[in-house]
């Protein structure tokens, strides 16, 4: 007979690994699957840094869910002794009446966040490689700036290990059922059965999910950390801040401080890249990063900090799992109750993975939670 378990963690990312993390420590018998490594570059928790803020120019929705993401953060910062959140700032960039700065700026005003409206002369006399066309406006954000991705996930799998759960690696799953009011999870190495199913499986839930038929896209997302020509000192934490900018294409070119020495280079990207490159299945994705990519790469963020065109220390491949409306699905089964899921991030979700896993948590004991996640519920598709 398979054992029983109170709860099956299906992927142990960001979210997956926080949820572990929040069921074992409230006394649950947890048994986490997944099918990498840990931490793993296959899927979308990796990358060294990510960025967080709470001026958050995709909806206010979301703010109440970043004031408890941070608190929960620090939680996991006082229990393990370790640091996971850099708050150097973030300035939020583009024209008048952009998506970005409109939407953050109503983000700050909604919930009373502490911020700055700045013109294109004060931002470069504050943030000196940083040259916004003329007539560019900001937000700054002293709240916002990163967090480690690799380390937060590990401390989170370290801490639920501690806390009782049992968490098993390089074992694929093949499928899962339900069983009565629980559930049946059978592997490439055996079955197992639980009260509550959790699933965080990144870019693999469409597949996981193949009976809900998600509207989820796999999109390729490429970092690029480049070396600059005029030293590192001006891209260190207590002298840079994340930023995004919003350019007069609608690109969504960023960027985050340097964290890895002088030779460590800038973490740069797009927020959904120009010409999105999208696959039905996570495994269709293209690792490797060409030369024409790097270059376009390096040419557009040149125009706004050009002493950024330097050589290419490395590059890194990662990958949206994408909703139509860009938004987070966190819901239980529609037609299985006892199984909750969390998917569908968007390229934005990292920063919410504390949460995220309470959230799951809650829904695992009781199907219910205190959070509001009536924008986020699949109902809407």
């Given at each position: ?13 960001g979210m997956g690994s926080a949820a572990a993390c929040q069921l074992a420590a409230r006394g649950h018998r947890v048994l986490g699957l997944e099918q990498f490594t840990s931490p793993h570059d296959r899927g979308s ?46 300035l939020m960039m583009g024209a008048p009446g952009s998506a970005v700065v409109e939407g953050s700026t109503r983000s700050a005003v909604q919930h009373g966040l502490p911020h700055e409206l700045l013109d294109a002369k ?43 759960a049992r968490l098993q690696f390089e074992e694929n799953v093949l499928g899962w059922e339900a069983v009565g009011d629980g559930v049946r999870v059978r592997t490439a190495r055996g079955e197992y059965e639980a009260q ?186």
């Amino acid at each position: 007979m398979p054992e029983k378990l109170d709860v099956i963690v299906l992927g142990l990312g960001g979210m997956g690994s926080a949820a572990a993390c929040q069921l074992a420590a409230r006394g649950h018998r947890v048994l986490g699957l997944e099918q990498f490594t840990s931490p793993h570059d296959r899927g979308s928790s990796h990358g060294q840094t990510r960025v967080i803020r709470q001026a958050y120019f995709e909806s206010p929705t979301y703010v109440p869910l970043l004031f408890r993401a941070y608190e929960l953060w620090r939680d996991l910062e006082h229990a393990t002794k370790q640091k996971f959140l850099n708050l150097c700032g973030g300035l939020m960039m583009g024209a008048p009446g952009s998506a970005v700065v409109e939407g953050s700026t109503r983000s700050a005003v909604q919930h009373g966040l502490p911020h700055e409206l700045l013109d294109a002369k004060e931002i470069q006399r504050r943030f000196p490689p940083i040259h916004p066309p003329a007539g560019t406006v900001g937000l700054f954000e002293r709240n916002a700036g990163f967090i480690l991705p690799e380390a937060s996930v590990k401390a989170h799998l370290d801490r639920a290990r501690q806390l009782g759960a049992r968490l098993q690696f390089e074992e694929n799953v093949l499928g899962w059922e339900a069983v009565g009011d629980g559930v049946r999870v059978r592997t490439a190495r055996g079955e197992y059965e639980a009260q509550r199913l959790v699933i965080t499986a990144g870019a693999w839930t469409g597949e996981v999910l193949s009976d809900l038929r998600l509207p989820l896209e796999v999109e390729r997302a490429v970092l690029y950390w480049f070396e600059p020509t005029e030293g590192i000192g001006p891209f260190l934490p207590g002298r840079f801040p994340i930023f995004i900018a919003e350019d007069k294409d609608g690109l969504l070119p960023y960027g985050i401080p340097a964290v890895d020495g002088p030779a460590g280079g800038v973490k740069v990207s797009f927020y959904h890249a120009p010409n999105p490159v999208t696959a039905d299945s996570p495994v269709a994705i293209q690792r490797a990063v060409t030369n024409e990519e790097a270059k376009v790469m390096r040419e557009h963020i040149a125009r706004l900090l050009p002493s950024l065109g330097g050589r290419l220390v490395r590059s890194v491949t990662c990958m949206y799992t994408n909703t139509p409306d860009k938004h987070f699905i966190i819901d239980l089964h529609p037609a299985h109750p006892q199984v909750s899921i969390a998917a569908g991030f968007s390229g934005h979700g990292y920063k919410f993975c504390s949460v995220v896993g309470e959230i799951l948590a809650d829904l695992a004991e009781s199907g219910r939670t205190r959070h509001d996640l009536s924008p986020f519920r699949l109902a809407r598709f």
